[in-house]
């Protein structure tokens, strides 16, 4: 179960694994990187930096369309 808090980057790959996105990807520009589930497409926080924190998670699971209870659930 990831938590919804600050978290490593790998935990949240793990997380949206669980959850059906496919990926990480290559990407091009200012995020490198990205995961799909069918067509939705997100892109993932820049890998070398700190622990990812609950406002931005907030924001990537919005963005690909995850509840908080859907999140903790996994």
Request: hydrophobic share 30%; charged share 25%; net charge positive.
């Amino acid at each position: 179960m990831p938590t919804y808090g600050p978290i490593s980057r790998r935990d949240l790959i793990r997380g949206l694994r669980d959850l059906g996105f496919t990926g990480p990807f290559t990407g091009t520009g200012k995020h490198p990187e990205y995961m799909t589930r069918g067509e939705r497409l997100l892109r993932l926080p820049n890998p070398h930096r700190g622990d990812i924190g609950t406002n931005l998670l907030a924001r990537l699971l919005d963005q690909g369309g995850i509840t908080r209870d859907e999140w903790q659930s996994v």
